[in-house]
């Protein structure tokens, strides 16, 4: 089969690293010809995933498509899909998830839990919601990262709001951030592998580090899975999904977003369980059954992220001490240029000891760093 990723980021070069065992011809689209994907794919598109033309250029000649973000030209992906080229996930499902006022009425269409929200259109509306803080202020569209998401305790915070179609969103008073990757087949059957939990750096709002499972009652962790195992279901796509969902004080549930693709609180999977999700995502688009998401060991990931002050050709400090340690794995995405908070790679710690997990991944950021030739300023 021909299949095509749209991005050539680092979620696209691990799906190439696994595409590698199976009878696949790989082609990526990215507008940067030196991106993380370029060179392990069999065929790179040089070309802008949000043009219309360039993507249904692109997918026409193939068998299936794939994305590694949500930020592609759905129409195109619309025309190709009614000429006979699968997408995983299929159009219907990108729309909904790839702009935020969307995805909320569809949670709300479904009864699946998520945090109340009000629609707003710009700015200035914020003032008449008031009584809706604390709140959350998301962009509809565009917003990656924590980039489209701002905090609005009271009044003199609507000036930080979006001045563009956003969802205001009730606080939640956050326990623990969780997220559980389900898979889906063209058949309709799905398979979820165990939760992860988040911790936030939260100066840069990125992710700090993960652990896999995730340190909840029983009964969340079962309410957690059959959310998840719904959203997806409802959203009526073959593929693989990344449910984020927020626990809160009283243990309750609520989705956060849902990214509709292989995703960062997945990684730790390529060594801690038996399928890794882009192992899965090849199984789901070839037709192949769906694999085995048991783990082999809890496991933990730290983010590598840009050093703060550094920008430039990156530099790898602590690379030997990291690679010393048993039961740890690096994973540079291959990225020439560091920049403050840029994902770099991640390091994936195996372990059956939680408290090990935790020591080694506090051990392991502060050893591995990723700074440039010179300072800045
Ligand atoms: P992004 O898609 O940019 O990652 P998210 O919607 O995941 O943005 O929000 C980023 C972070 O903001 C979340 O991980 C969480 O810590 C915080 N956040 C988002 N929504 C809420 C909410 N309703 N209540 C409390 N915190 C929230």
Request: aromatic share 8%; net charge negative.
């Amino acid at each position: 089969m021909k299949v095509g990723i749209l991005g050539g980021g680092q979620l696209g070069r691990m799906l190439l690293q696994s595409a590698a065992n199976y009878p696949v011809e790989t082609f990526v689209m990215e507008n940067d010809a030196n991106c993380p994907s370029a060179h392990l794919c069999h065929h790179f598109v040089q070309g802008n995933i949000r043009d219309f033309d360039s993507v249904y250029h692109f997918g026409k000649n193939l068998d299936a498509l794939t994305i590694e973000i949500e930020a592609v030209n759905v129409e195109a992906l619309e025309k190709l899909e009614s000429e006979g080229v699968k997408v995983f996930p299929n159009s219907a499902a990108i729309k909904i998830i790839k702009n935020k006022i969307l995805q909320k009425q569809f949670y709300s269409a479904y009864k699946i839990p998520s945090p109340e929200y009000i629609v707003t259109q710009n700015v200035s509306q914020l003032n008449e919601h008031l009584s809706f803080l604390p709140a959350v202020h998301k962009i509809g569209m565009g917003g990656y990262d924590g980039r489209g998401v701002q905090l609005l305790r009271k009044s003199e915070d609507f000036s930080k709001g979006f001045d563009a179609p956003s969802v205001l969103e009730k606080m939640v008073d956050i326990k623990k951030e969780i997220a559980l990757m389900v898979a889906m087949n063209e058949k309709g059957e799905t398979t979820i592998y165990p939760s992860a939990e988040m911790l936030f750096d939260p100066v840069l709002n990125l992710l700090d580090f993960q652990i896999s499972p995730a340190d909840l009652p029983e009964q969340t962790l079962w309410k957690a899975e059959a959310i998840a195992l719904r959203v997806v279901k409802e959203l009526k796509s073959a593929g693989i999904f990344a449910v984020e969902m927020f626990v809160d004080q009283n243990n309750e549930v609520w989705v956060n977003e849902t990214a509709p693709r292989v995703h960062n609180s997945g990684h730790h999977t390529i060594e801690g369980n038996y399928c890794s999700q882009f192992d899965m995502l090849w199984r789901v688009i070839l037709g192949y059954p769906l694999g085995n998401t048991d783990p082999i060991l809890p496991s933990a990931i730290v983010n590598v992220l840009g050093a703060e002050n550094f920008s430039g050709k990156a530099v790898y400090k602590g690379l030997k001490d990291v690679l010393k340690i048993d039961n740890v794995f690096v994973h540079l995405y291959g990225k020439q240029d560091t920049k403050p908070g840029r994902k770099m790679g991640h390091v994936t710690i195996l372990s059956n000891e939680r408290q090990e997990l935790i020591h080694q991944a506090m051990k392991i950021k502060k050893l591995l760093t990723v700074e440039s030739e010179n300072a800045n300023g």
